[in-house]
């Protein structure tokens, strides 16, 4: 393999693949992806920003495709997004219409994709560090911010997973990742045409779509540590998996108990990776490498880390040490859209990205994420979930006069929201029925605790550690 444009494109060009993609019961070609994707390129060549509602469609991977060919923007919009997400996403992108399918609702311009269109027009290869995607990711606080990921950021990310995994052409990538994250487009979409490597997306990560996908000749496989937990409870599927040659986690911790399971049952060991949506992958264990359960391995081709303390000291290489993690590479996005002050204070002065993650890192280089800075984001079955964003949706329902979000631990989700809510007049499904309507069905809480008061400490400030450190198991 060798990729040496920044085109995220580039080897999807190449000869005709009968079977590039299949998504759900649609196979396309290659053919197929540029001819449609050429069709809607000539009619929106002069667009800045589309946005691309992201379901698992062959719609969608020709609107992606197309706006790339164009050189526009596209802003994927989760799929089950609420009014208050969407309307954020919206505005805050300036997307000038949708592509394809829209919410019945909208007021934007409507274009549609057609599937079974052609045009052979070659366009112009667009400037390397245009923007490809604006990725919607949450933060601690307020609503999500745009990630800016450019056409050289992408291919540099890919380039590096693929060197680090041995990615080819001769694989064939399989997932049901959604298609609005940096997991699921980015790496399961993206890196599948610019590797040049076949794609199943199953629509959705069930064990028995992975283990279909295997049977139909999946060699490269991922998922976030939720849908291994749940392939290892199957174990017929499970062991379907063991044709592959290899499974890859990411997006959260995987659970040592898990990665040893995925071991037992496919006779492969997984690797283990670490990303942002504003990083793509920056560590990852390598197929050539040490998999070390609990680790998710060294930095990636172009990349540097480095462990800060709290006084911006250097933190001791030796395992233990832990430290805020900070990183530097092509991959790296190009800032928040409208946010120079978040831009701004994502870096240190000497050009690094700080993470927001705690970490250690071993004599060898070898890294372990320990956990991150801020309790106010959570992970729940690989989803990055902001509280005050849930926060900001429960004090608008009538009656609720204080609400307090925290991640606790689960076994399936690795992290659920926990919604401790003061107030009256509601029931705990009413608030959960709230939160999924308003914004998208994954971050509604997965339990509300209606409570007196919270706890708060002399500032007045509430003490999200004593509520996060509540082990009260999940009442299913
Ligand atoms: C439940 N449902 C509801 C409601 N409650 N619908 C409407 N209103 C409600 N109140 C429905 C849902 O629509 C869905 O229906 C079904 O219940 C299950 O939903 P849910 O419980 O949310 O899903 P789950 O089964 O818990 O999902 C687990 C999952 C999912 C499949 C693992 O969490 C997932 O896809 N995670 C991937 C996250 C990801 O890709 N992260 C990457 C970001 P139905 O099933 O019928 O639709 S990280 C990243 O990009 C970086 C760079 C990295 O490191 O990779
Ligand atoms: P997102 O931007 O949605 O990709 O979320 C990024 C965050 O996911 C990181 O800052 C980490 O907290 C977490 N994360 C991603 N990959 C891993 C991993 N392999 N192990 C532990 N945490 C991870």
Sequence with gaps: MLLTSLDPLAVARGDDMPDAVRIGDTTLSRTDILGAAGA???????????????????????????????GVTVVPVPP?????????????????????????????PVVPVRVHARDWHTHPEPNPSSIAFVLYTSGTTGAPKGVLLSRRAIAAGVDAMAEAWDW???????????????????LGVMGALRVGSRLIHTVKPTPKAYADAARAGGTLFFGVPTVWSRIVEDEESARALGTARLLVSGSAALPVPVFERMRELTGLTPIERYGMSETMLTISTRVDGERRPGWVGLPVRGVETRLRDERGGDVPHDGESIGGLQVRGPMLFDGY??????????????????TGDVAAIDEGGFHRIVGRESTDLIKSGGFRIGAGEIETVLLGYPGVKE??????????????????????????????????????????????????????????KVQKKLLAADSTPPAS
């Design 80 to 108: 089950d997004s609420g009014p208050a997400e969407r309307e954020h996403i919206l505005s805050d992108s300036g997307a000038q219409a949708w592509l394809g399918q829209a919410p019945d609702d909208t007021t934007l």
């Design 403 to 460: 609400a307090a979000v925290v991640g606790l631990p689960d076994t399936d989700l690795g992290q659920r929201i926990v919604a401790f809510v003061v107030g009256d007049g509601f029931d705990e499904a009413t608030l959960i029925e709230h939160v999924a309507s308003q914004l998208s069905v994954h971050k509604r809480p997965r339990e509300v605790r209606i409570v007196e008061s919270l706890p708060r400490n002399a500032m007045g």
């Design 337 to 354: 859209l409208n946010r120079p002050d978040a831009t701004e204070e994502a870096w240190t002065d000497d050009g690094w990205f700080k």
């Design 168 to 186: 080819t052409s001769k694989d064939v990538l399989a997932h049901g990742l959604p298609l609005f994250h940096v997991h699921g487009l980015i």
């Design 40 to 70: 809607l390129a000539k009619r929106i060549g002069g667009a800045r920003r589309v946005a691309v509602l992201a379901t698992p469609t062959p719609a969608t991977i020709i609107a992606i495709v197309g706006s790339l060919l164009a």
